[in-house]
């Protein structure tokens, strides 16, 4: 497996946000279109001047393109986000499925990753209460701070698609199976561990999201390397997103006042929590089967995307 293949998937994978955008302005230009044809035929219909039929059609479509932008945009992200998956699955996943561990799942073990998963977002939660302002709390967990308010179930739903299955499918196939693993076989696993987990927190990009995926990346890429499967990661990944969308859809309050004494508890569960996945997953040290260089232009220009998106979100508005 080579590395510079991970690396090229990563960077189709964070640069496909562009492809979306690509995506919806396609899909408004289209909307618009077909907006304006017909309030155009209705207005002709009514006789109204023809002076009159472009401006009435002018602002009609420039309202209701206005109202659906954020649904579109959410429908464009899971429109291109199946695209990739469906390409690397055809491609790779299926004679590489057992190379990057993706196997059947036993309920057991996904309940037991899925279980240090969820401690983990809890004691995340605790913990940032105390140490985060509580107007960027709220801000990150506002679906219109970087996607636009959705206006419609199509949106949501959407959303829910895209960010809570799709995102974690292929985040789980090109950190924790190409990338996890073809740099494994160049540097060692204690290399690769690392560089993916760090190089998965930075493509965040905002540091609230980011510090949390830094921890979630460790234990994620350390089950896997530990022989556990790949899908039940991907499983854990996803129940730990549904739920983060789910509280934010339907409003369930941060905690506003964490105090010192909060923070130090969600600072105890998440060492607890990094402390037994180190004592129930070892991972063996195998021999490197191809010595060389892991980093490409790739994953550089992800990395230098991800910490754009960090200094932009820490930046006053």
Do not use: C
Request: aromatic share 12%; net charge neutral.
């Amino acid at each position: 497996m080579k590395p510079l293949l991970g690396n090229r998937l990563l960077l189709f994978y964070i640069f496909s946000i562009f492809i979306a955008f690509i995506l919806l302005i396609i899909l408004l230009i289209f909307i618009g279109a077909v907006e304006g044809a017909l309030w155009g035929a209705q207005l002709a219909i009514q006789n109204v001047p023809a002076e009159d039929i472009g401006e009435v059609v002018s602002k009609t479509v420039s309202t209701a393109t206005d109202k659906i932008i954020g649904d579109l945009y959410q429908v464009a992200l899971a429109i291109t986000y199946a695209a990739i998956a469906f390409w690397i699955y055809k491609h790779y996943t299926v004679p590489w499925a057992g190379e990057i561990g993706w196997r059947p799942a036993t309920l057991l073990e996904t309940v037991r990753i899925t279980t240090w998963i969820l401690l983990l977002a809890v004691g995340y939660v605790l913990f940032a209460a105390w140490v985060v302002p509580q107007n960027y709390l709220r801000s990150a967990g506002d679906f219109s701070n970087v996607y636009g308010e959705p206006q419609t179930a199509l949106g949501v739903v959407a959303i829910f698609v895209w960010l809570g299955v799709l995102a974690p499918l292929l985040e789980e196939w090109i950190f924790r199976g190409f990338i996890l693993r073809s740099y494994a076989r160049r540097r060692g696993v204690v290399y690769a561990l690392y560089a993916q987990t760090l190089i998965f927190a930075i493509v965040h990009g905002e540091p609230l999201i980011a510090f949390h995926a830094l921890l979630m990346g460790w234990i994620l890429g350390r089950w896997v390397l530990a022989g556990g499967s790949l899908k039940s990661a991907f499983y854990a990944h996803t129940i730990n997103n549904l739920l983060s969308i789910s509280a934010v859809a339907l409003k369930v309050p941060f905690l506003q006042d964490g105090g010192p004494l909060t923070g130090m508890l969600g600072l105890g569960v998440m060492l607890f929590v990094l402390v037994q996945v180190a004592r129930h997953t070892r991972i063996e040290i195998q021999p490197i089967v191809e010595a060389g260089p892991v980093f490409s232009g790739g994953v550089v220009l992800s990395v230098a995307f991800g910490l754009l998106i960090a200094v932009a979100s820490l930046a006053p508005s």
